[in-house]
């Protein structure tokens, strides 16, 4: 073996060993970030170092501080794992080196991100002619999705604001969900609508969007440049709101829907939910991540837009040296925010090769029926459920606050399982996310049996 054959081969073992000990491995771990310190610390040595010792240094040190939110028993945040052939296009993709820019900096990028967003529309619903970026995450897919909607909505106001900006602008009036994620509201911060100027629409009680709320908010607007954000998927509860509504009422009044679908507009893979996301394709641009649920690596979000030329408008750039760039296959990076860039598309397309169709809709499926056992097992146990749960999302309450706070320390420093923690309706709570494709009732039933126990020592 060649030198970079054998340092290759020691990454592919270790990275292989590490993921077989996945499931077995404790799930959290404290942050005595001491202890890493003492292996990934200190001065950068003047002098170049081996490769190989440089690798086996990385590993030793990173180990005592590594997560397995990849592994089947981590339910912290909403984190997905990572599927077999998107990781391994992923260390392909590094060795690769491919800057995802456009058609002249790779082709294979550029193809690979256009063959998987044709899957990724066709899988949600969305209309074949939009627009779709690769992003690092939903955070970025919603800030391109209201910069299109910023842009349409001032443009048809015969405002253009890439070159006036806002100072003189017709006022953009912003509507938004009061349960919306706050990655929203830094969206509106970095495009200079203010998050103190959101009108917000008010919620039913598992958190979706009132309707009926909407419809009167949008009622006091009328002929203003309106942009709408609604969401599939609310972070606590998995509510999601009602997207045909929604987008019929937005456009009735001239506005812009973006639909913020960062895990929840997975419903739509699978016949079982996809009555959750109905009307999807009825939105103007929408945000999901690859990373929750579809078990991509990190990091990988798509944003889709039905506008091509409004969202090409919005966030893309020339220079001098990149006209002769835009051929047949579109500038990839017309859509997101970044230049160079990883090429994430190659883990996408394998990814989604690997699982087809039918597996992706499995996962979604499987996790959502994980979620209502962990719901009837946590209730048939005596704990309270504090959400419908009718996505991959359960609230769950020990008693009062305080016990419900000492519960969840307690399971994160078990190690059986990993839960945080949540307020909700000013009520503290355990948050349970089933995102990962390996997780099984097994392993529900494991981490009931050790919530159940740990509670009763509480
Ligand atoms: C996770 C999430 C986001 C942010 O996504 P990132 O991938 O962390 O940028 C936005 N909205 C919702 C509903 C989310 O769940």
């Given at each position: 073996?060649?030198?970079?054959?054998?340092?290759?081969?020691?990454?592919?073992a270790?990275?292989?060993?590490?993921?077989?000990?996945l499931?077995e491995?404790?799930?959290?771990?404290?942050?005595d970030l001491?202890?890493?310190?003492a292996?990934?610390?200190?001065?950068?040595?003047?002098?170049?170092?081996?490769?190989?010792e440089?690798?086996?240094e990385?590993?030793a040190?990173a180990?005592?501080?590594?997560?397995?939110?990849?592994?089947?028993?981590?339910f912290?945040f909403?984190?997905g794992?990572?599927?077999?052939?998107?990781?391994?296009?992923d260390?392909?993709t590094s060795?690769?080196?491919?800057?995802g820019?456009?058609?002249?900096?790779?082709?294979?990028?550029?193809?690979?991100?256009?063959a998987?967003g044709?899957?990724?529309?066709e899988?949600?619903?969305?209309?074949?002619?939009?627009?779709?970026?690769f992003?690092?995450?939903s955070?970025?897919?919603?800030?391109v999705?209201?910069?299109?909607?910023?842009?349409?909505v001032?443009?048809?106001?015969g405002w253009?604001v890439?070159?006036r900006?806002?100072?003189?602008?017709?006022r953009?009036?912003?509507?938004?969900?009061?349960e919306?994620?706050?990655t929203?509201?830094?969206?509106?911060?970095?495009?200079?609508l203010g998050?103190g100027?959101i009108?917000?629409v008010?919620?039913?009680?598992?958190g979706?969007?009132?309707?009926?709320?909407?419809?009167r908010?949008?009622a006091?607007?009328?002929?203003?440049p309106?942009?709408?954000?609604?969401?599939s998927?609310?972070?606590n509860t998995?509510?999601?709101?009602?997207l045909?509504?929604a987008?019929?009422?937005t456009?009735?009044?001239?506005g812009w829907?973006?639909?913020?679908?960062?895990f929840?507009?997975?419903?739509?893979?699978?016949?079982?939910?996809?009555?959750?996301?109905?009307?999807?394709?009825?939105?103007?641009?929408?945000?999901c991540?690859?990373?929750?649920?579809?078990?991509?690596?990190?990091?990988s979000?798509f944003?889709?837009c039905?506008?091509p030329?409004?969202t090409a408008?919005a966030?893309?750039?020339?220079?001098?040296?990149l006209?002769?760039?835009?051929g047949?296959v579109?500038v990839?990076?017309?859509?997101?925010?970044?230049?160079?860039?990883r090429?994430?598309?190659f883990?996408?397309?394998?990814?989604?090769?690997?699982?087809?169709?039918?597996?992706?809709g499995d996962i979604?499926?499987?996790?959502?029926?994980?979620?209502?056992?962990?719901g009837?097992?946590l209730g048939?146990?005596?704990?309270d459920?504090?959400?419908?749960?009718m996505?991959?999302?359960?609230?769950v309450?020990?008693?009062?606050?305080?016990?419900t706070?000492?519960v969840?320390a307690a399971v994160?420093?078990?190690?059986?399982?990993?839960?945080g923690?949540?307020t909700?309706h000013?009520?503290?709570?355990?948050?349970i996310?089933v995102?990962?494709w390996?997780?099984?009732e097994?392993d529900?039933?494991?981490?009931?049996?050790?919530i159940v126990?740990?509670?009763?020592s509480?």
């Amino acid at each position: 073996m060649t030198d970079l054959e054998s340092l290759f081969a020691q990454a592919a073992a270790e990275a292989a060993r590490f993921r077989s000990h996945l499931p077995e491995r404790p799930v959290g771990v404290s942050a005595d970030l001491d202890r890493v310190r003492a292996g990934l610390g200190g001065a950068l040595n003047e002098e170049p170092a081996d490769p190989a010792e440089v690798l086996a240094e990385l590993i030793a040190g990173a180990e005592p501080g590594l997560v397995a939110t990849a592994g089947p028993r981590y339910f912290g945040f909403v984190i997905g794992g990572s599927t077999s052939a998107a990781v391994a296009a992923d260390i392909m993709t590094s060795a690769w080196d491919q800057n995802g820019f456009n058609v002249a900096t790779s082709p294979a990028a550029a193809v690979a991100e256009e063959a998987a967003g044709g899957w990724l529309k066709e899988l949600f619903g969305i209309p074949a002619g939009a627009a779709v970026g690769f992003v690092t995450g939903s955070q970025e897919a919603n800030t391109v999705g209201l910069a299109a909607g910023r842009h349409s909505v001032l443009s048809r106001a015969g405002w253009d604001v890439q070159r006036r900006g806002l100072r003189e602008s017709p006022r953009v009036r912003v509507v938004a969900g009061v349960e919306r994620h706050a990655t929203i509201d830094r969206s509106l911060r970095l495009l200079g609508l203010g998050d103190g100027e959101i009108d917000a629409v008010a919620a039913d009680a598992n958190g979706a969007m009132d309707m009926a709320d909407l419809e009167r908010v949008l009622a006091t607007m009328s002929g203003e440049p309106i942009v709408v954000a609604v969401q599939s998927g609310n972070v606590n509860t998995g509510a999601c709101d009602n997207l045909r509504a929604a987008a019929e009422l937005t456009h009735a009044a001239g506005g812009w829907l973006h639909v913020d679908g960062a895990f929840g507009l997975w419903a739509a893979a699978t016949p079982r939910l996809a009555h959750l996301v109905d009307g999807i394709e009825l939105a103007d641009s929408w945000g999901c991540d690859g990373h929750k649920w579809l078990n991509l690596p990190y990091d990988s979000a798509f944003v889709f837009c039905a506008d091509p030329e409004a969202t090409a408008t919005a966030v893309s750039y020339t220079a001098s040296y990149l006209t002769e760039t835009r051929g047949a296959v579109p500038v990839p990076s017309d859509y997101i925010l970044g230049s160079s860039r990883r090429a994430r598309g190659f883990a996408a397309w394998a990814g989604m090769r690997q699982l087809g169709s039918r597996g992706i809709g499995d996962i979604i499926d499987r996790c959502c029926r994980l979620a209502e056992r962990f719901g009837e097992s946590l209730g048939a146990a005596g704990f309270d459920i504090a959400n419908d749960v009718m996505l991959n999302q359960v609230l769950v309450g020990f008693g009062d606050d305080d016990r419900t706070d000492r519960v969840i320390a307690a399971v994160q420093a078990d190690g059986a399982c990993w839960m945080g923690g949540t307020t909700w309706h000013g009520r503290r709570l355990m948050r349970i996310a089933v995102s990962n494709w390996t997780t099984t009732e097994d392993d529900v039933d494991r981490s009931v049996a050790a919530i159940v126990r740990l509670a009763s020592s509480v």
